[in-house]
Nanobody, 129 residues
């Protein structure tokens, strides 16, 4: 089994920055490192809205993909040796307020949440105006 645990959320003023982390653990991750989890991503869910794609990254970290609202402000990265996925968020806006989830083990760097097998519990990000 695999566990994903997010951290780094909090309350920040508009224009500020946060870095989210997602640590993967479990027998397969320990034996093979986080590359075993293939492609990974970040999603978010704002109050009263459906969960939406934010960013994804390939197994090696060589390619990244972003939703239009995140381009130029957010950076997804991963350190397979540390079993950690990151989301650096700069120039935050109130509309970025949501619970942010990391997801893993997609066969491709998909924007579709149904393609991801493992999910974390989420971390709350609140951006005040």
């Amino acid at each position: 089994q695999v566990q994903l645990v997010e951290s780094g959320g909090g309350l920040v003023q508009a224009g500020g920055s946060l870095r989210l982390s997602c640590v993967a653990s479990g027998r397969s991750v320990s034996n093979y490192n986080m590359a075993w989890l293939r492609h990974m991503g970040w999603f978010r869910q704002a109050p009263g809205k459906e969960r939406e794609f934010v960013a994804s990254i390939t197994r090696s970290g060589s390619s990244t993909y972003y939703t239009d609202s995140a381009k130029g402000r957010f950076t997804i990265s991963r350190d397979n040796a540390k079993n950690t996925l990151y989301l650096q968020m700069n120039s935050l806006k109130p509309e970025d307020t949501a619970v942010y989830y990391c997801a893993a083990d997609a066969s491709g760097p998909s924007v579709d949440q149904n393609d991801y097998y493992y999910w974390g519990q989420g971390t709350q990000v609140t951006v005040s105006s």
